[in-house]
């Protein structure tokens, strides 16, 4: 077990063990976001009172997923970096940040572009979409600290704090929509819960998740051997993946 | 089965075509920018060590040859 974890934590480990799976992945997210894309445009059926522009949920809610399952894979790297000053957690951490960024983009921007026939406007100062601006504020900070320090143990040390202070936005985002229920207007019909929707809609939503979960997964671990690349730059092994032209 | 019955009435969506295509445009953009993105650093980073590489080879070199003199 504590071999394993160790071997986990070795950057150069994960960049060649990640090469192999790379592939795979990258096969898997692609025909799982093609079907659900498919699905979701053309064949799911329309919504009997939002019409067509139902068919954002296929972006907005599976974007918004793994914006906060993104927070988490974050906060914990940071942590673990935090505690046992493991190199491989910190390079996720720095990782996940403007990946997690760009899907809370993603959300907000569908969710504003589905505001507008929805509700009549594109931006609402609702709780919900308050506190997922907040958690793209969040994401950025991340990225702004880990370009603010010269020292990169320090970033790491900052970014670290500052994601798992932040988690205290995660829990205000999944409830934001039960306790200011009143602030609400009433046609939120896009946060109705998974199983009273028609299982023809539902459907094509699970792939979509499913989908955007191995979408996450793969620029995580893009990103990540990027990140290995270049902080191990100057070491033998990657001078001799990059003389033999290995993946 | 497929819902519209022309190309013409899917590109519309009743009125939400706008709408609709905007935001699968705006996250397709993104995530290709997502997962282009990280491969380019690697290349990137690949082509300066290869440059690293090359000058550590020429300084061997000219060093070996002022060896010989």
Redesign the interface.
Known sequence: MWQWFHRLGSPRWFYQASGKWLPWLAGITFVLLLIGLMWGLGFAPRDAKQGNSFRIIYIHVPASFLALAGYYVMAIAGAVGLIWKMKLADMVMKSAAPLGAALTFVALITGAIWGKPTWGTYWVWDARITSMLVLLFLYMGVMALQHSYTSVDAANRASAVLSLVGMVNIPIIYKSVDWWYTLHQPATIKFTEAPTMHPDMFHPLLVMIAGFYCFYALVLILNTRSEILHRERRSSWVKDIVLQNQR | ????DSFQH?LQ?????A??W???L??IL??A???VS??F??SR??Q???R??RRETARQHSAGEAGKE
């Open positions: 089965m497929f819902r519209f899917f969506m009743d009125g939400h075509g709408y609709v905007s935001a699968y705006i996250a993104v995530m920018w997502l997962v990280p491969l650093r690697q980073v690949r300066a060590v290869t690293e590489l």
